[in-house]
């Protein structure tokens, strides 16, 4: 018996007696009695609930959150304002308790939301078709290029090495039992090198990802770099910022065929990494092979507008030797969220959210440096991220920053011992003009 099951002794002997065993001992006679644990575990014994909250409040007590610092870490995670209402609407039990709207005839509201969601993520990227949602960025990265692959018959992709090393870490992992051979084009200057995209580029690339603007921040040159990939009969793939759309050109103009990203920004919190979102966009030709789902819109037998899913691969579910992705999930919820963040801001709330970014990020660049002591790592257009080149070891400076209670930029040392101290800072919207000046002054005082 364990204390922490809540079946009495007559239970037990009652389950017993019907699969005809004697003792629960006897539920483990294949295991080896040296795998067994003998005796009680190691653990505290049993707390009221009092006891309980104040220990777990205590020890939550010890992580420091965005909440309580003034933040310019970035890298894939940011601390974008997200509006009271977001919170108040997806804890609405519709929402909350949600799964997978199988019955169409039951779940109008979460067919709807994310029908709602997907056509703003279509007119954010330009593109013609965008599914629920994927895990995050890399994992959508990875389906991006498996479609690619799948697509074009061809068993090679093309990642330049500015994109995220979270994404270039996923893709290895989910490629390497695919058949298809992962190959990085090299960066130069912060940018993806041209010279060694033209090298690399033959006739059985299936794919080239980007990231616009990079993971450094900076705004990659993708028309120059389209114009080659097409001419070569492959696709161009993009991992994008959502936040850095409403004022860049979008990918569809760019002439991406497929569009990844993470959706975090989008009205969710940081939440020590997750959940988030990736989301995954594409032109109307590669739509029957996107993986996950797609809602569409119809009328029902009374003429009146109705939602139900379509286009869903049956592959993943009947025949799986035959998909082209066991993705068999998505971020429903955080779809939603995503949703009510671009409902709520609209057109104009999210290019302010964009431009705000943009002139805070440049004003943070200017005042840091222009009296020399931190130079910039490249001299290239960006957005809301970008590097500089520090007097001393990024780890230290962000050790004295912590203890000013601001959260300094990521030492880009551990993706890249080459660039040296290197430290890549992100402003958001949600930086005031007093948080930045205080953050230069101690960067100044440093």
Partial sequence: MHPYLPNTPEDVKNMLDVIGLQSTEDLFQNIPENLRVKGDLNLPKSKSEIEVRRMVSALAAKNESVDEMVCFLGAGSYDHYIPSIIKTLVSRSEFYTAYTPYQPEISQGTLQSVFEYQSMMCALTGMEVSNVSMYDAPTAAAEGVILASVQTKRRKILVSETVSPETKSVLETYLMYREVDLEFVKEKDGVTDVEDLKSKLCKDTAGVLLQYPNFYGVIE????????????????????????????????????????????????????GGPVLGFMAATKKLMRKMPGRIVGETLDREGKRAF????????????????????????????????????????????????????????????????????????????????????????????????????????????????????LIAVTENRSLE????????????
Avoid at 221 to 249: C, F, G, Q, T, Y
Avoid at 315 to 330: G, L, V
Wanted: some cysteine; aromatic content about 8%; hydrophobic content about 40%.
């Fill in 308 to 423: 139900v899913l379509t286009l869903q691969a049956r592959e993943q579910h009947i025949r799986r030797f035959k998909a082209t992705s066991n993705i068999c999930s998505d971020q429903t919820l955080n779809s939603i969220t995503a949703a009510i963040y671009m409902a709520t801001l609209g057109k104009q709330g999210m290019k302010e959210v964009a431009t705000q970014s943009f002139k805070k990020a440049h004003y943070t660049f200017m005042e840091l440096t222009k009296s020399g002591k931190f130079k910039p790592l490249w001299q290239k257009p960006f957005f809301k991220e970008f590097a500089i080149l520090c007097p001393e070891s990024v780890d230290t400076i962000n050790e004295k920053l912590r203890a000013q209670g601001i959260l300094g930029g990521f030492n880009l040392r551990k993706i890249n011992d080459s660039l040296g101290d290197a430290m």
């Fill in 435 to 446: 948080e930045i000046d205080r953050f230069v002054k101690i960067m100044e005082e440093i």
């Fill in 221 to 272: 040159n993708v028309k120059e770099m389209e114009a080659l990939i097409h001419e070569n009969k492959s696709l161009l793939l993009m991992s994008v910022d959502p936040i850095a759309l409403p004022i860049l050109k979008s990918p569809g103009e760019l002439q991406a065929d497929i569009v990844v990203g993470e959706g975090q920004a989008l009205g969710q919190n940081l939440n020590y």
